[in-house]
């Protein structure tokens, strides 16, 4: 990692957090999060 810049480490997290996944019912893990905080008010 000591080759890999800031700009490129957030686009790589982009990516991976707006992946629709299998586990989370193809929702993405942001979405999957949001539901979650709304079940908590």
Same mark, same amino acid.
């Given at each position: 990692?000591?080759?890999?810049?800031?700009?490129?480490?957030?686009? *790589?997290?982009?990516?991976?957090?707006?992946?629709?996944?299998?586990?989370l019912g193809w929702?993405? *893990?942001?979405?999957?999060?949001?539901?979650?905080?709304?079940?908590?008010?």
């Amino acid at each position: 990692f000591d080759h890999v810049t800031e700009k490129e480490m957030e686009q *790589a997290l982009k990516l991976i957090n707006n992946r629709p996944r299998k586990c989370l019912g193809w929702k993405t *893990a942001y979405e999957a999060f949001q539901e979650e905080l709304l079940h908590l008010n």
